[in-house]
Nanobody
Framework: VQLQASGGGLVQAGGSLRLSCAAS????????MGWFRQAPGKEREFVGA????????YYAESAKGRFTISRDNAKSTMYLQMNSLKPEDTAVYYC???????????????????WGQGTQVTVSS
């Protein structure tokens, strides 16, 4: 599946953004979908993910309570609602997907087969 992330931008600390990840193809509903981010000079890190089966959502500790993942299988789109943004949230955000992921590895970048191009999120202090 091909993925396209959008919705990034510049926002002040405490503000909100909603990212979207649009997928092509009819297999979106069977994909486990994840959000990752990569700040300059740092490794790509897990933000959160939504499983394909029961739609269980997993979050990184840094995202809990502030970020919300949702998906609309009819629109083949996943969302990342980000509230109470902090300067340390500044990064390029990527969406990723895979039709088969072992739950224990859902936080690993290597578990995902397909990746979007990334969208820049910049949070000013």
């Amino acid at each position: 599946v091909q993925l396209q992330a959008s919705g990034g931008g510049l926002v002040q600390a405490g503000g909100s953004l909603r990212l979207s990840c649009a997928a092509s193809g009819r297999t979106f509903r069977i994909y486990t979908m994840g959000w990752f981010r990569q700040a300059p000079g740092k490794e790509r890190e897990f933000v959160g993910a939504s499983t394909r089966s029961f739609g269980t959502i997993y979050y990184a500790e840094s995202a809990k309570g502030r970020f919300t993942i949702s998906r609309d299988n009819a629109k083949s789109t996943m969302y990342l609602q980000m509230n109470s943004l902090k300067p340390e949230d500044t990064a390029v955000y990527y969406c990723a997907g895979s039709p088969s992921i072992i739950i224990g590895t859902i936080r690993r970048t290597s578990s995902y087969e397909d990746w979007g191009q990334g969208t820049q999120v910049t949070v000013s202090s």
